[in-house]
């Protein structure tokens, strides 16, 4: 079984941009999530999407979306890109209830100048 | 709401020591845990998945005990090697959708 892919792996964009992250999920799984990990710091929930539409939703400013797939695989989107937006971006994948766990892939490490 | 604590932010032990990570939680209604490493600047790789029914999962030398009344799941090394040189998190269900909430974690350094 494949795992999760993220692409790509580092970005560095300007302060104002917008930037659009990818993941594509693991094998199986029907549930996408984002986390926004800062250095030092456990991953913070940006949102889940489950069935193409968003199931739950951290506190994430609206400059934050996303979409998902009918292949289950999903994008974040982030407009208007803050310094403080610099991070790195986790995708996890699971079934719909997180039972079985969550299976993450290697991140998108992205800096805002 | 859920929270997630991680004890302690560091440690630094002597290769083949035994060592035990602590991770406690304040929503005991939670129906799993899971541990993950993280290697610097990469992403999480699971490590074991407690469901609540369960009071003990083991993988090799990794052994993870979860107590849902007290608040707190351990995840026990044994023989700590090198190589074992990661940050450890635990993460529990949170509160919005089917998320997860994580500790800050704990980055362990096993010297040789």
């Known amino acids: 079984e494949t795992g999760v892919t993220q692409s790509p792996t580092h970005l560095i964009k300007t302060r104002g941009q917008q930037v659009t992250l990818r993941c594509s999920s693991q094998?199986?799984?029907?549930?996408v999530s984002w986390y926004q990990q800062a250095l030092g710091q456990g991953p913070q929930f940006i949102f889940q999407?489950?069935?193409?539409?968003?199931?739950g939703r951290g506190n994430f400013p609206p400059r934050f979306s996303g979409l998902q797939f009918p292949n289950y695989s999903s994008e974040l989107n982030v407009n208007a890109l803050e310094l403080d937006d610099s991070a790195l971006y986790l995708c996890?994948?699971?079934?719909?209830?997180?039972?079985?766990?969550?299976?993450f892939g290697s991140g998108t490490r992205l800096t805002v100048v | 709401k859920q929270e997630v604590t991680q004890i302690p932010a560091a440690l630094s032990v002597p290769e083949g020591e035994n060592l035990v990570l602590n991770c406690s939680f304040t929503?005991?209604?939670?129906?799993?845990l899971q541990w993950f490493r993280q290697d610097p600047g990469k992403g999480l790789t699971s490590l074991l998945l407690?469901?609540?029914?369960?009071r003990e999962q083991t993988s090799g030398r990794l052994n993870a005990s979860l107590d849902k009344s007290s608040g707190r799941s351990t995840l026990y090394i044994a023989a700590s090697q090198p190589g074992d040189s990661a940050t450890y998190l635990c993460?529990?269900?949170?509160?919005?959708?089917?998320?997860?909430?994580f500790g800050g974690g704990t980055r362990l350094m096993v010297k040789p």
């Open positions: 407690i469901q609540s029914s369960q």
């Open positions: 999407y489950y069935r193409e539409e968003e199931n």
């Open positions: 996890a994948s699971s079934l719909w209830t997180g039972a079985y766990g969550y299976t």
């Open positions: 993460a529990g269900p949170g509160d919005a959708g089917n998320m997860l909430t």
């Open positions: 929503d005991s209604a939670i129906y799993n």
């Open positions: 094998s199986g799984h029907n549930t």
